[in-house]
């Protein structure tokens, strides 16, 4: 069953953050989606279970292998795969299927906080040594800093590196090599951050973005690919396959195809308007936030449809009759979701009669009522 039909045109995919599982017994499942950039499509999806591949530490790279080619043989031409960091499969990617690599930017971030805190607080006994006061400012900015070169390179890795290099110069107050349209290249520019003046906080400083991964694999991180979308239906996933429950195989395969068909037909509605909701970690903040259309879910009804025509068409030469040129296109489903005010059921007609006993029970209450009425004037 196919969740979209896409024309052989050059397409950019994304492959999965990470893999969504879930287990029944000591059966585990493991399915991989790929997604088109453009669109935001799922085109491809693969899953594997631990009977088929029994390390889980290449079971990624397994999925690759499965999910990519079949995405190439419909007819899809893949120029870019972007995916968190995993040296086998951008091995397979590059090597194999000679395709551009980029690795996710919010993966390559994730850690710079971390690092940064390393040199930027610890024990009084190592101030100046290990961890450096005028760094202790710049462990969150650092990180928006990474994203902004990332973003703003001209998609090659020397200027990316340049870029990444410079943020020291930054903070010790030399612009010359900013962006042009940068606010810190005017006269008029004083940072709110503390100005680098300690030459071992500079150097430590400057060997640990040379230790990010975004500076030592810049190529891969020069286009700024990111994986939001693919986390997006990694989380609508969970409506159909829920972690606290554990599924066998097939019913994990029929759920995760539920929920590509219900992702292809609702992403990227449109909106009707936008309401202003205050930033958790930021009360004196708003962010502005869309209020989509309502979901549709015609695919219910395209499954539905399928699967009656699937089954008439079977029973046909069972029944005697000869499918010579009815297909399963062509063959006329009534649609169970119509409603029909012409036909009445059988539940339909039991409800009518016992609201009609219901209906003669009330008025032998009301009899009732009256008469206990009576008695009670007579002993009045």
């Not at 450096?132 to 990474?146: E, G, I, N, R, S």
């Not at 030399?174 to 290249?185: F, G, I, K, W």
């Not at 599924?247 to 992403?267: H, K, S």
């Not at 209020?291 to 069972?318: E, H, I, T």
Request: glycine share 4%; hydrophobic share 35%; aromatic share 10%.
């Amino acid at each position: 069953m196919h969740a979209t039909t896409l024309q052989p045109t050059p397409t950019t995919l994304l492959f999965p953050v990470y893999l969504e599982g879930s287990c029944n017994l000591v059966i585990w499942v493991w399915g991989v989606n790929v997604m088109c950039i453009s669109t935001h499509r799922i085109v491809g999806i693969c899953t594997v279970s631990q009977q088929e591949h029994r390390v889980a530490q290449t079971r990624e790279l397994e999925c690759t292998k499965l999910v990519l080619p079949a995405v190439l043989a419909r007819g899809l031409v893949v120029s870019e795969v972007a995916h968190d960091y995993q040296p086998a499969v951008t091995k397979f990617v590059t090597d194999e299927l000679k395709c551009l690599n980029s690795y996710d930017t919010w993966h390559g971030t994730k850690n710079v906080a971390k690092m940064m805190g390393k040199i930027a607080k610890g024990k009084v006994s190592c101030k100046d040594v290990t961890w450096f006061p005028q760094l202790a400012d710049k462990m969150k900015c650092t990180k928006v800093h990474l994203y902004w070169c990332m973003r703003n390179c001209d998609g090659t890795a020397e200027d990316l590196q340049v870029r990444i290099l410079n943020i020291s110069n930054h903070y010790q107050g030399n612009h010359l090599s900013c962006h042009q349209d940068s606010p810190c290249r005017s006269p008029l520019y004083e940072c709110k951050k503390v100005k680098l003046t300690n030459p071992m906080a500079i150097d430590v400083y400057s060997k640990t973005l040379k230790k990010t991964l975004i500076y030592r694999y810049a190529k891969y991180y020069c286009r700024c690919r990111d994986t939001f979308w693919v986390e997006s239906f990694n989380h609508q996933l969970l409506s159909y396959l829920p972690k606290r429950i554990h599924f066998g195989t097939r019913t994990f395969v029929m759920r995760m195809y539920l929920a590509v068909m219900d992702w292809n037909e609702n992403t990227q509605r449109s909106y009707t308007s936008e309401r202003f909701c205050p930033v958790l970690r930021r009360p004196d903040r708003h962010i502005a936030s869309k209020v989509l259309v309502a979901k549709k879910f015609n695919f219910v009804r395209n499954v539905w449809q399928k699967y009656v025509a699937q089954c008439r068409y079977s029973l046909q030469p069972l029944l005697g009759a000869e499918p010579e040129s009815e297909s399963l296109e062509t063959i006329e489903i009534p649609d169970p979701f119509e409603e029909d005010g012409d036909v009445v059921s059988e539940d339909d007609e039991m409800l009518c009669e016992d609201d009609e006993m219901l209906g003669e029970d009330d008025e032998m209450l009301g009899e009732d009522d009256e008469m206990l009425g009576e008695d009670d004037e007579m002993l009045g």
